[in-house]
């Protein structure tokens, strides 16, 4: 089993919530390009963790960090919708590159790949706002070809196929995340894409914990949480590595919205 687990991007929204579920549960190394945060009201205390401040770039430094880990969450990179190709290529693109080669080098077992909703984001083009509700059957589960709604959604598609690519050339164990709509406290309840794409702190902590620990080769999943209105579906999430969210948007709806 894992012990150790470098976290890459650690000052971010994710990765507090991850540290915030899961962080007396492994061997933590952080790294961000960005000091630890202070003042937030963060269940997290980044000082009770190794923590490196280092860009992507620095390929000598993300080495040292990687250096005797057995598994890399990659969160780091440019996490604007709107972010140009060139912030795009180099932050997302060169970055994953970088964390699946050194992966390599240092004899890391597995990647935790954060991609995102906005590669598929263009599936819902045709669709909306019919997909976002209870009544509303489709649902997509992780096969189909990418769609990405912007350049964000382009980088974090090739941080999937990169990953597929150093699982089957060097047999690394890779799991790529579509996270949804992560919010700390509730899910918006006036919206509905961001009830249908939400995923709680809890769900989220839990969802990584899962892939920290699943023997899979290669895998693409959904993260959110368990909620009435989806177009995500769980079921690989379920069956591959035993992901069981508890929570729903559904539970915080103060209105009830179309069905």
């Known amino acids: 089993m894992a012990t150790s687990v470098l976290l890459t991007g650690a000052a971010g929204r994710v990765g507090s919530a991850i540290l915030g579920g899961l962080g007396q549960k492994y061997d933590w190394q952080l790294l961000d390009r960005e000091p630890p945060p202070t003042g937030r009201d963060e269940e997290v205390t980044y000082s009770d963790h190794e923590y490196s401040v280092a860009d992507l770039s620095d390929r000598a430094a993300v080495r040292e960090a990687m250096a005797d880990v057995d598994v890399v969450i990659h969160l780091a990179g440019d996490p604007r919708p709107e972010a140009p190709w060139d912030s795009v290529l180099a932050n997302n693109i060169d970055g994953a590159h970088t964390i699946y080669e050194l992966a390599i080098e240092t004899g890391v077992e597995k990647v935790v790949f954060a991609s995102s909703n906005h590669v598929v984001g263009h599936y819902e083009t045709s669709r ?94 959904y993260g959110i949480s368990d909620n009435d209105r989806k177009f995500y579906s769980l079921d690989r999430a379920r069956e591959r590595l035993e992901y069981a969210p508890k929570d729903n948007s559904a539970d915080f709806a103060e209105v009830e919205p179309p069905q």
């Open 128 to 221: 909306t706002p019919e997909i976002y509700r209870t009544a509303d059957s489709y649902r997509l589960d992780g096969s189909e070809l990418p769609r990405p709604s912007n350049r964000y959604g382009v980088s974090k598609a090739a941080g999937e196929i990169l990953g597929r690519f150093f699982h089957d050339e060097h047999d690394l164990s890779v799991i790529c995340v579509r996270i949804g709509n992560l919010t700390k406290d509730h899910p918006p309840i006036d919206y509905e894409r961001g009830q249908a794409m939400w995923l709680s702190y809890r769900d989220c902590a839990h969802l990584f914990d899962c892939a920290i620990t699943a023997d899979v080769g290669f895998e693409i999943v």
